[in-house]
């Protein structure tokens, strides 16, 4: 083997750490700038040239794409990408990447870890208490200038003593309940495995997890097995004084049969930071005070980009110098 | 001593058991049917009578008056009740009560103890997560039909990490350092006494405390000493990426100054359920996105209010009977 495949490339050419973004990541959006002093950043979206010809233009010399939850890494995008070697992307969850593809084709996947664990579950809990005390619907009460008209503001419900069923106790799940626990509610769920090691009540199902609970919140990858897992049956099973929060994934919900039961009352409230078709939200749940809507940036902050973009950098650099990656997402 | 004095009033004569209600209270508003059913009402707001000339009507009878902070019992409102024993307030504080003119006259007062602490608790928490995750204008942003058209949602601030001060560590401000230690925040406080059994770092002032932490929870109780103590230094000390909670009192901030530093920002952010002119509040926050504004009602669940509901009726049946009130406060 000719000893220059052994070699890493050397870091001042430009070219050899060549980085395809086909649609700027949120991270990335926030921090190129650091992208840019380090890596040669070809950006598809800002090309004048349609999607399928860049990347034909480009497509013996992409081994690496930066990409993200909001454009789809399909067969189709990879077929166009016959050198590709690694797919970093800036999201924990990789439901967009054709990961059977990739398995066949042996490219690489890295993710994010859990860099937004901590910020999805403090917000799943903020969404919990804004439901169940009302708390955007009471800041709009005051911006509509009704609170000196009509002292009618309708009453929260409690959350201490809440049976809250967590939906998948995986990194975030367990972080949910860790809060859920010092606020005085009781918890249980569900997950693919019962967890021995945690003091919940675990149930078989999400039909009996919902059935035991007062609010459900979702945390749960989506999945073949897991899409529109909460249906009709599930919501009447939690029933008309019943709470879900989702900050899993829109298509977990089946949201059809979701926005009936929030408009006719068979179930109580929601606080929704993902839909099914984003950026499109169902217009009916607009007029409705027992809803919150969260335009998915419920693992959007500062710090949480910081770490990220920290992680990202982390894998090229090691990709580009031959390292091991920080966080290979196993793909068997 | 006549032995008639010995004995309790019989249930049955219900002018013996008559309550005078000046204004409803919230709790007294939502099941005021569990009170009318044991009670005589004298509802002085619901009288075609000018209240002064109510009082008069009544003047020799009244020996309990049920009130809320809605309404002060000033020394004039006591002087118009000769006969008056006790007062059962509907609220924890008593800052609406001429205390010492109560001490003088001998008038007992009762409250309801920690019945909504959990609940205020929680929404403090919940209104500082919303003001750092932007929930509430996320929520206005997902309404407005702005998600479409723009991704333009400001990245929130992480809450884990985060030096939260708490200012009062009674009651209320140790359940809201424990919910606070769930989310990996760093939880120091000031109090009119320090709390050596507690692990919390002590500031013996509101400037330091202000001075060393991110954010600022207020959970104290108003007096002649807080009033107004969150002024123009403490905000600028809190500085302008900080962010205050009230869930106090309105008059514990200087509100004007407050408003200044917010629209200026002089500070980052605040979530505000009390206002220093209730129910008015300041225009000038209805424009910005950085504050969440409730009416008032953070104390307001259906659970909370049925337990007060509990401990007013049991202190009216205590007194009507002869028996030790439930929740005596102390007033020397």
């Known amino acids: 083997m000719d000893p220059k495949h052994h070699q890493s490339p050397p870091p001042e050419s430009q070219d050899l750490r060549q980085v395809l973004v086909l649609r700027p990541p949120p991270v990335f ?3 190129e700038h650091y992208f ?11 090309s004048p040239l349609p999607t399928h010809d860049f990347l034909k233009a480009y497509a013996q010399s992409v081994t690496v794409v930066l990409c993200s939850g909001m454009f789809p890494v399909t067969a189709e995008v990879l077929r166009n990408l016959p050198a590709l070697q690694l797919l970093v992307s800036s999201a924990t969850g990789v439901n967009h990447i054709d990961m059977p593809e990739c398995r066949r084709r042996g490219i690489r996947v890295s993710n994010v870890v859990d860099v937004f664990s901590d910020d999805v579950a403090d917000a799943a809990v903020g969404l919990l208490i804004d439901v169940l005390r009302r708390i955007s619907a009471g800041d709009r009460f005051v911006r509509g200038g009704r609170w000196p008209a009509a ?3 309708p009453l929260g419900s409690k959350l201490g003593g809440k049976r809250v069923g967590i939906v998948g106790l995986g990194n975030i799940g367990s972080k949910v309940a860790i809060r859920l626990e010092a606020m005085g509610c009781i918890v249980s769920y569900t997950s693919r495995q019962q967890k021995h090691c945690l003091p919940y009540t675990f149930y078989p199902n999400v039909l009996q997890l919902a059935s035991g609970s007062d609010a459900l919140i979702l945390c749960c990858v989506l999945t073949d097995a897991t899409r529109h897992m909460i249906d009709n ?3 009447r099973a939690l029933g008309k004084t019943g709470v879900i929060v989702n900050v899993a994934r829109g298509a977990v919900i089946d949201e059809a049969e979701f926005v009936k039961c929030l408009v006719e009352g068979e179930i109580a409230g929601a606080g929704l930071d993902v839909f099914e078709n984003e950026p499109n939200v169902p217009k009916e749940l607009f007029g ?4 919150v809507l969260s335009p998915h940036v419920i693992a959007c902050t500062k710090e949480s980009f910081h770490d990220a973009m920290d992680v990202l950098i982390g894998n090229l650099e090691a990709f580009f110098t031959n390292k091991p990656l920080l966080t290979l997402v196993p793909n068997e």
């Open 151 to 153: 002292a009618e503001h």
């Open 29 to 31: 959006a926030v921090h």
């Open 288 to 291: 409705l005070d027992n809803v």
């Open 36 to 46: 840019s002093t380090k890596f040669h950043i070809l950006k598809a979206y800002d």
């Open 233 to 235: 049956r599930v919501m």
